[in-house]
């Protein structure tokens, strides 16, 4: 079965909502309406240079007894460019940003309210100055008649322009455009040189041209017989605040001929009452109705009006809210005192007027206060917006309200260096407290003795001091304390605690083994220290060389390179530099003198003993041969006679030997040439040369090597080792032999 469906809520919503609005624009197209006057005005002036913003203000005094539909409407050189309908009184505002000279012109509102409509006069804007024009080409070299794109911009410009071109300073083209901006292309046939450039001009209405005057013709205006009259009771006695306040607006004269009268009390902008020939308003006097009221009469377009000036007298004066201390702190006592220091004798007593405190809105203390509050133990959530309010006879006033900021406690405050510290230069130290209210003021202390003080008065201000130490220690006398409160102590801060580079001194290089142990095929360092800290880049070099031979970066005081295999080339004179944040240091150089290897000295040597040898057999040999020719030709054989008186035996003999008689000669033993002194440590050994049975000469040495090692950089373990390693090794390939 169908059912009707029902209507939503959202739709009823939306009814009663445009009902409601449809009702109040008939009742405010009802309302009764007077004008008192449309200006409009130009702010900052009705003069300006380009690029000022400037406020076309529409103001309109409309006296209504409830809202009204008003119609704005800006002309310029009676050209509509604004237009805006709105329900309240404020004022009407068009902007005009980044004024031009295309802006200048006279300008008018105009006001409509149902039924009537005002204008104000005229206001002339003049906006003086241009933007520099801008001249472009697509490109700057081309044949002779070829066309060129060129183009003229004027920055931010607005309106009807004309732009020209200009070549050589002759006008060349010239187009009329609506916009800031114009390109064109152009045919350039001689050939050369040429200068561009361009300008342009804005168009503005021209000024009028004044004719001369017409005829004259006089003309008579009668004056209508009728007058508003306004009245205010009590009249002739002083009117104070919560009496009875009547007005009343009425007409005197001749209302007849006076058809669609009508009358209109109203006090500034505010309508009070309107009526056909009298009006009334009754209210409860306070201070603020005192002023003009105002009787307005019209008749078609005719409009009188009559004035009176009212003046209340107070009850009771403003309510005055104050604080004691004007400053105060966190956790401190402040006395809060709202007082009315004027009041009306005749019709109350001090007594009578009844106070209460307000904090953000909400009430702190009750109607019947005294006055004072006092406010203990102030935290930051106590800080906020306060305010006071005076009551007597039904009547109710507030003070201005008193912002409350309780100031902050300065924190502990830090102290850090800027930058690098280098002792002997001066670098700069910071102090600063991330908690506490400005002013702030910073004492910056070595030890016991007060170096700087200075005072932080805005957040992006800092409290910086020049310092400089002669020693790495001497940071640690440095402290700094903060104060925003005279009342408190100061906070004082840690001492400073950062990195202090220290200069490098005292560059030396020394070379691993010792100079007079560098010998060719052997390993050699190149140990270069200082003193300062590190990190320390250390680069060694070698004279005559521009680059480096290594480089190499430590954390250490030394540092060392290692050269394998040393040869006769690397014989020289060798030379370190060592560089931190600080400085750069160089040592003083060393000369390295490579020696012979071991081994080739003693290739020499035996060669040299060989050779010696060789000769020495050479000469033993001749002097055999020439010794055996010798005792072949002295040698004389001789046969001698048989004893008679020998025995057999003696006989037998010499029957088989023959008698021969020999000839002695004696030789003197030469010098061997292969005794040779031998070096024993340092003592000479000698070494002898017998025959052995077998007539083989036999050979007999005693060596004894004489090992120093270097003493070594404690430093370089690895290099010491090494260094130990390649000693013992070049000894240990030296020949020995043994008896």
């Known amino acids: 079965m169908w059912e009707p469906q029902q209507p939503s809520v959202r739709m009823v919503t939306r009814l009663l909502l445009l009902t409601s609005v449809l009702l109040s624009t008939c009742q405010a197209a009802e309302s009764p309406a007077l004008f008192t006057s449309v200006t409009l005005t130009l702010e900052p002036s009705n003069a300006v240079s380009q690029g000022t913003n400037v406020t076309v203000r529409c103001q309109a005094l409309v006296s209504s007894s409830g809202f009204l539909n008003r119609k704005y409407t800006i002309y310029k050189d009676n050209t509509v460019v604004y237009t805006e309908s709105i329900t309240t009184a404020e004022d009407l505002i068009y902007s005009l940003r980044m004024a031009r000279v295309a802006n200048t012109g006279k300008y008018k509102c105009k006001v409509n309210?149902?039924?009537?409509?005002?204008?104000?006069?005229?206001?002339?804007?003049?906006?003086?100055?241009?933007?520099?024009?801008?001249?472009?080409?697509?490109?700057?070299?081309?044949?002779?008649?070829?066309?060129?794109?060129?183009?003229?911009?004027?920055?931010?410009?607005s309106g009807a322009i004309v732009f020209y071109f200009y070549k050589d300073s002759k006008e060349l083209y010239e187009e009329r455009v609506d916009a800031n901006h114009v390109e064109t292309r152009l045919r350039f046939n001689n050939a050369g040189d040429h200068r561009l450039h361009c300008d342009y001009r804005v168009i503005l209405l021209t000024d009028s041209v004044p004719s001369n005057a017409s005829n004259n013709v006089v003309v008579t205006v009668k004056e209508l017989f009728i007058t508003p009259v306004i009245s205010v009771r009590p009249h002739g006695s002083m009117i104070i605040e919560g009496d009875d306040l009547d007005i009343s607006c009425s007409v005197s004269g001749n209302l007849q001929n006076s058809s669609g009268l009508k009358v209109f009390l109203s006090k500034g902008p505010t309508l009070l009452s309107s009526g056909q020939s009298k009006a009334n308003h009754s209210m409860r006097a306070l201070a603020e109705h005192s002023g003009e009221f105002q009787c307005s009469l019209e008749v078609g377009n005719v409009v009188k009006r009559a004035t009176e000036n009212v003046r209340i007298?107070?009850?009771?004066?403003?309510?005055?809210?104050?604080?004691?201390?004007?400053?105060?702190?966190?956790?401190?006592?402040?006395?809060?005192?709202?007082?009315?220091?004027?009041?009306?004798?005749?019709?109350?007593?001090?007594?009578?007027?009844?106070?209460?405190?307000?904090?953000?809105?909400?009430?702190?203390?009750?109607?019947?206060?005294?006055?004072?509050?006092?406010?203990?133990?102030?935290?930051?959530?106590?800080?906020?917006?306060?305010?006071?309010?005076?009551?007597?006879?039904?009547?109710?006033?507030?003070?201005?309200?008193?912002?409350?900021?309780?100031?902050?406690?300065v924190s502990k405050p830090e102290i850090t260096a800027i930058g690098r510290v280098i002792v002997g230069k001066p670098f700069q130290v910071r102090c600063h407290s991330d908690r506490g209210s400005l002013p702030i003021e910073y004492t910056l202390w070595k030890k016991y003795s007060e170096v700087n003080s200075t005072t932080v008065q805005q957040p992006h201000h800092q409290a910086i001091f020049p310092v400089t130490v002669q020693h790495y220690s001497d940071t640690q006398d440095y402290k700094c304390e903060a104060r925003n409160n005279p009342?408190?102590?100061?906070?004082?801060?840690?001492?400073?605690?950062?990195?202090?580079?220290?200069?490098?001194?005292?560059?030396?290089?020394?070379?691993v083994p010792d100079l007079l142990e560098v010998t060719e095929g052997n390993e050699m360092y190149l140990i270069c220290g200082v003193e300062g800290s590190p990190p320390v880049t250390f680069k060694?070099?070698?004279?005559?060389?521009?680059?480096?031979?290594?480089?190499?970066?430590?954390?250490?005081?030394?540092?060392?390179?290692?050269?394998?295999?040393?040869?006769?080339?690397?014989?020289?004179?060798?030379?370190?530099?060592?560089?931190?944040?600080?400085?750069?240091?160089?040592?003083?150089?060393?000369?390295?003198?490579?020696?012979?290897?071991?081994?080739?000295?003693?290739?020499?040597?035996?060669?040299?003993?060989?050779?010696?040898?060789?000769?020495?057999?050479?000469?033993?040999?001749?002097?055999?041969?020439?010794?055996?020719?010798?005792?072949?030709?002295?040698?004389?054989?001789?046969?001698?006679?048989?004893?008679?008186?020998?025995?057999?035996?003696?006989?037998?003999?010499?029957?088989?030997?023959?008698?021969?008689?020999?000839?002695?000669?004696?030789?003197?033993?030469?010098?061997?040439?292969?005794?040779?002194?031998?070096?024993?440590?340092?003592?000479?050994?000698?070494s002898e040369v017998q025959n052995s049975p077998t007539g083989a000469p036999g050979d007999h040495y005693d060596y004894q090597g004489s090992v120093e090692y270097a003493d070594l950089n404690g430093d370089q373990p690895e290099v010491n080792q090494a260094l130990l390693e390649v000693n013992h090794q070049d000894h240990h390939d030296l020949p020995v032999p043994v008896e």
């Open 113 to 157: 309210i149902p039924g009537k409509e005002l204008s104000s006069s005229s206001e002339k804007l003049t906006v003086t100055g241009l933007q520099t024009p801008v001249l472009s080409v697509d490109k700057r070299v081309f044949s002779e008649g070829e066309e060129v794109t060129v183009g003229c911009k004027a920055p931010g410009e």
């Open 313 to 409: 007298t107070e009850l009771f004066s403003q309510p005055v809210l104050t604080m004691y201390p004007t400053e105060v702190f966190e956790r401190e006592k402040i006395t809060l005192t709202c007082k009315s220091t004027n009041y009306s004798s005749d019709r109350i007593s001090a007594s009578d007027v009844k106070y209460s405190i307000y904090k953000d809105n909400y009430t702190l203390t009750p109607g019947s206060f005294n006055g004072i509050y006092v406010v203990t133990g102030v935290v930051p959530n106590s800080s906020g917006i306060y305010s006071c309010k005076a009551d007597a006879r039904m009547i109710s006033k507030y003070s201005a309200k008193l912002p409350v900021q309780a100031k902050v406690l």
């Open 487 to 511: 009342k408190i102590d100061t906070v004082v801060s840690n001492k400073l605690n950062t990195t202090v580079i220290v200069p490098l001194s005292n560059p030396g290089l020394r070379v």
């Open 540 to 686: 060694w070099y070698r004279r005559g060389s521009v680059q480096p031979l290594f480089i190499a970066t430590s954390t250490q005081s030394s540092a060392s390179h290692q050269i394998k295999e040393v040869g006769n080339e690397h014989s020289g004179t060798y030379y370190c530099e060592a560089i931190n944040y600080a400085n750069m240091v160089r040592s003083q150089p060393v000369t390295v003198d490579v020696k012979m290897a071991m081994w080739k000295k003693g290739l020499i040597v035996a060669c040299c003993l060989l050779v010696v040898a060789l000769l020495a057999l050479a000469c033993v040999l001749r002097y055999n041969s020439k010794r055996v020719g010798v005792d072949a030709a002295v040698s004389v054989w001789s046969e001698r006679p048989v004893d008679p008186g020998s025995d057999g035996e003696s006989s037998a003999a010499s029957n088989n030997e023959p008698d021969v008689e020999y000839t002695e000669v004696v030789h003197r033993q030469p010098v061997d040439p292969a005794r040779a002194p031998l070096r024993k440590g340092t003592e000479t050994v000698y």
